[in-house]
């Protein structure tokens, strides 16, 4: 079946970097999009960045955050700079994939990896 794996999280101080990525593997006949999502404890899950034929950023990172495909790998990247404890959260991969020619799109998540800012 496919599955969508994250990595790249972990501990980082304000001001510093992360990159994240994701790989999408199984039966896929097109990927329409790949996208990032997050959720802090007591927050509701938020969008960070998608993309298309061109990238989308939640406000909140526009200016630090760079979304990145690489379609060869089928993967999808988040280059995250100047990272302020506010970001701290799990962070989702998300993908809306066609399985087979002509058929529908499917949305599928990957597990999360948390990424901690400390101040």
């Known amino acids: 079946q496919v599955q969508l794996v994250e990595s790249g999280g972990g501990l980082v101080q304000a001001g510093g970097s992360l990159r994240l990525s994701c790989a999408a593997s199984g039966s896929i006949f097109s990927i329409n999009s790949m996208g990032w999502y997050r959720q802090a404890p007591g927050k509701q899950r938020e969008l960070v960045a998608t993309i298309t034929s061109y990238p989308n950023y939640a406000d909140s990172v526009k200016g630090r955050f760079t979304i990145s495909r690489d379609n060869a790998k089928s993967t999808v990247y988040l280059q995250m700079n100047s990272l302020k404890p506010e970001d701290t959260a799990v962070y989702y991969c998300?993908?809306?994939?066609?399985?087979?020619?002509?058929?529908?799109?499917?949305?599928?998540w990957g597990q999360g990896t948390q990424v901690t800012v400390s101040s």
């Open positions: 998300n993908g809306v994939l066609m399985m087979v020619v002509g058929g529908p799109m499917y949305n599928y």
